[in-house]
């Protein structure tokens, strides 16, 4: 393990002097966010910005992103490692006026080649910005829909929740199953999202008529009583 962080390290840090990277001030100017890839074990996503400076063009930032992959890929093949460029993507987000307003741009044409340095090249599939961007269970679109991740949250939990209703629990058993598996499970996919009250009702819905029989309560239980504070009489569920 040791020996891999160390060749990891030498690996990011050899693409950051290589690579344009991506670098966001905060509208105040005081604060600004500067990068070029993010990692995570075998998983890494190289990104790249356009100056604000220069004149935006989508063809010279898809370039910017191709010398990016290229480079990492390079960097692998060095290293002993090899890159599945048939499982890579990438993803672009402009914004063009529409009507007075901000839109994300839905016309992108261009194409991304990346070769694995021994006579292979590889056309990399192109995801619109609507389309969700899969890493550590987050399914987040760069245009800020979070539709996908909701969908595949109410999956889980739903499927957890029929998982445990064909187990017969006991009272003691469906609390541990609550704390230790559907609480962990949910909070984690809660990082990071901003879900509508109606889309946490659909959720919470799904937990309700599942662990309330199952800890003798009813499914219509008193909401005040079911969640208020012990101190003044509730549950605390």
Request: a positive charge.
């Amino acid at each position: 393990p040791q020996l891999s962080t160390q060749q990891s390290d030498i690996m990011l840090r050899a693409h950051k002097s290589r690579c344009h990277g991506v670098s966001i001030l905060s509208p105040g100017m005081h604060r600004a966010i500067t990068h070029h890839s993010i990692a995570y074990a075998d998983d890494t996503d190289g990104q790249v910005s356009s100056d604000t400076t220069e004149n935006f063009s989508i063809t010279k930032l898809v370039r910017k992103l191709q010398h990016s992959g290229q480079t990492w890929s390079n960097l692998t093949s060095i290293c002993g490692g090899l890159i599945a460029h048939h499982k890579c993507f990438w993803q672009l987000l402009a914004w063009e006026t529409v009507r007075g307003h901000l839109q994300p741009r839905t016309d992108i044409k261009d194409e991304l080649i990346l070769h694995d340095g021994k006579g292979a090249y590889t056309r990399i599939d192109y995801i619109g910005p609507d389309k969700p961007n899969v890493g550590l269970g987050f399914h987040i679109c760069p245009t800020g829909n979070q539709q996908p991740h909701f969908e595949v949250t109410l999956g889980k939990i739903t499927n957890l929740c029929r998982a445990a209703a064909a187990a017969y629990l006991t009272k003691a058993e469906a609390n541990q199953l609550i704390k230790q598996r559907l609480e962990p499970k949910l909070a984690y996919a809660l990082h990071g999202t901003s879900f509508s009250r109606k889309q946490c009702r659909q959720i919470n819905t799904v937990i309700r008529k599942t662990f309330l029989p199952m800890l003798r309560f009813n499914r219509n239980f008193p909401s005040a009583v079911l969640y208020g504070p012990m101190e003044y009489g509730g549950m605390e569920f």
